[in-house]
């Protein structure tokens, strides 16, 4: 039988410096049936050059060149029109796969048809060394696991687990469905579109480390945390977002989901009806965890 096809989308922008990096983490994989559609976002240094002499030497690398820079989302969008893939991956040009990232999230899908969505733990690495910091999302989870829809709200809220989207891979059908990463949430989207999809359709866990990621201070995560109002922009186009979605807002919620955003948020709160109850709920936590604290 045909095994199934993997597409690995690739936006790139002036990371020559990684790209190698990247490209021979993939290439080292041990399931074959792959290809590498990397987008160079009209990068002024060497990534361009770095990308077609891979693809000269592997058939499976296709590369595609921006003529004027059009962002991160954008790209992926490209690159994911011109993919051919059963099931896909975004992926940073400047992080790592970890061996058989591949292979042990395809034989998952074989081990568990109703699957189309699977994420696994990560590392992280520090720009320079190549010592990694293992990520589990769920360190009481031993085994692979299938996660159906109607238990991950619960599960969110009463286990460390969460959805690590640089690690997730997911049917091709299901982003047809369900869309591609939202731009205006930025450095959340994948965050947001895989527990969007997992909130639906389930999710599977893979309770290894197969995937890695590279912290410097040019992350596109790390430019947003560093400003408070491009991060509270975020979070008010993803409330903004869930209340055309009520299920998924409820579900969101119950998950704990939405801690960080309705925090940092604050009085944005007050003209969003709909979270006054989960916000006082907090405030009334908080303020019954200060009073025990003082007496003790």
Known sequence: ????????????????????????????????????????????????AIANEYASKHPQIHVIANHKNCGLFKSAERGFAASKGDYIHFFAADDRYL??????????????????????????????????????????????????????????????????????ITSRGLLETYGLLPPELENISDW??????????????????????????????????????????????????????PPLRRQFLQGGLLNGALIDLKWSTLFRPFYWGYVIKKIAQKCLLAVKQKKQ
């Not at 010592?131 to 109607?150: G, Q, S, T, Y």
């Not at 527990?195 to 999710?203: K, M, T």
């Not at 400003?227 to 869930?242: F, G, M, N, P, V």
């Open 99 to 168: 061996p058989h990232f591949l292979s042990k999230s395809m034989e998952f899908f074989d081990k568990h048809p109703k699957a189309q969505l699977v994420c696994t733990d990560y590392a992280t690495f520090e720009e320079g060394s190549d010592e990694l910091k293992v990520i589990p999302l769920n360190p009481h989870w031993k085994d692979p696991l299938f996660l159906p829809a109607e238990k991950l709200a619960e599960t969110l809220q009463t286990t460390p687990f969460w959805i690590a989207g640089a690690s997730c």
């Open 192 to 245: 947001f579109a895989f527990h969007r999809i997992a909130f639906y359709e389930g999710v599977g866990y893979i309770p290894e480390p197969l995937t890695s990621m590279r912290i410097h201070a040019e992350t596109y995560t790390q430019r947003v945390k560093q400003d408070k109002k491009r991060r509270r922009a975020i979070y008010r186009a993803l409330l903004d977002r869930l209340a055309n979605e």
């Open 1 to 48: 039988m045909k095994k199934p096809l993997i597409s690995i989308v690739i936006p790139s922008y002036n990371y020559g410096r990684y790209l190698r990096e990247c490209l021979d983490s993939v290439i080292a994989q041990d399931y074959p049936h792959y290809e590498i559609v990397l987008v160079d976002d009209a990068s002024t240094d060497a990534s361009l």
